[in-house]
């Protein structure tokens, strides 16, 4: 069974960048397509981007275009998001959720427990 | 980007109804749409997809249906764990987005 842990809540002043990781574990992770998706305190899922370990290469929402880098290393089936230029607006949980079969599509069929990210001065 | 919206935002709902949620998107997605229940202070959890399928462990009394830009999900026989919110979220092209939500509360 695919299992997602995340890594821990931070706290992040504005202005700055957070990064939070997935790592995955019992299924294809290289095949997998990772989605990372949001949501703020109250409100509703917001899909942030993506990537295909396999391919290397991700994609993101057009809003997150400049802030967002999306990353996987294959090596320890571990993903990453970056977002920079923090804003209070930013403050949600964050989660990492992937399908193990990317040919299918970037549906989410395996979710991590989510990562609290606070920004705050 | 493709746009998602959902109707009702809000549905009160008693013990064995039958319940439909409506989502629609701003252009032809074809089949490509999911639907997710999530509980508060949980991840969510994918109902459905590429429309109509039943995901992993998901009982039959949900279903979906649709395609192009109108779909529905329903749950026939209610029950009291499947009192959440739903979205749908389409994958078709580079960007996935989702709907609003649906809260199914007690009538």
């Known amino acids: 069974q695919v299992r997602l842990v995340q890594s821990g809540a931070e706290v992040k002043k504005p202005g700055s960048s957070v990064k939070v990781s997935c790592r995955a574990s019992?299924?294809?992770?290289?095949?997998?397509?990772v989605s990372w998706v949001r949501q703020a305190p109250g409100q509703g899922l917001e899909w942030m981007g993506g990537?295909?370990?396999?391919?290397?290469?991700?994609n993101n929402a057009q809003k997150f275009k400049d802030r967002v880098t999306i990353t996987a290393d294959k090596s320890t089936s571990t993903a990453y998001i970056e977002l920079n230029s923090l804003t209070s607006e930013d403050t949600a949980v964050y989660y990492c959720?992937?399908?193990?079969?990317?040919?299918?599509?970037?549906?989410?069929?395996?979710w991590g427990q989510g990562t609290l990210v606070t920004v705050s001065s | 980007d493709i746009q998602m919206t959902q109707f009702p935002s809000t549905l009160s709902a008693s013990v064995g109804d039958r319940v439909t949620i409506t989502c629609r998107a701003s252009?032809?997605?074809?089949?490509?749409l999911a639907w997710y229940q999530q509980k508060p202070g949980k991840a969510p959890r994918l109902l459905i997809y590429?429309?109509?399928i039943l995901g992993s462990g998901v009982p039959s009394t949900f279903s979906g249906s649709g395609s192009g830009t109108a779909f529905t999900l329903t749950i026939t026989n209610l029950q009291p764990d499947d009192f959440a919110t739903y979205y749908c979220?389409?994958?078709?092209?580079?960007?996935?987005?989702f709907g609003p939500g649906t809260k199914v509360d007690v009538k």
């Open positions: 990537i295909v370990p396999m391919f290397g290469r991700g």
């Open positions: 959720a992937l399908n193990d079969d990317s040919l299918t599509g970037y549906y989410c069929v395996h």
């Open positions: 979220q389409q994958y078709n092209g580079f960007s996935r987005t």
């Open positions: 252009q032809n997605i074809e089949t490509w």
């Open positions: 590429k429309a109509s």
């Open positions: 019992g299924g294809t992770f290289s095949k997998s397509a």
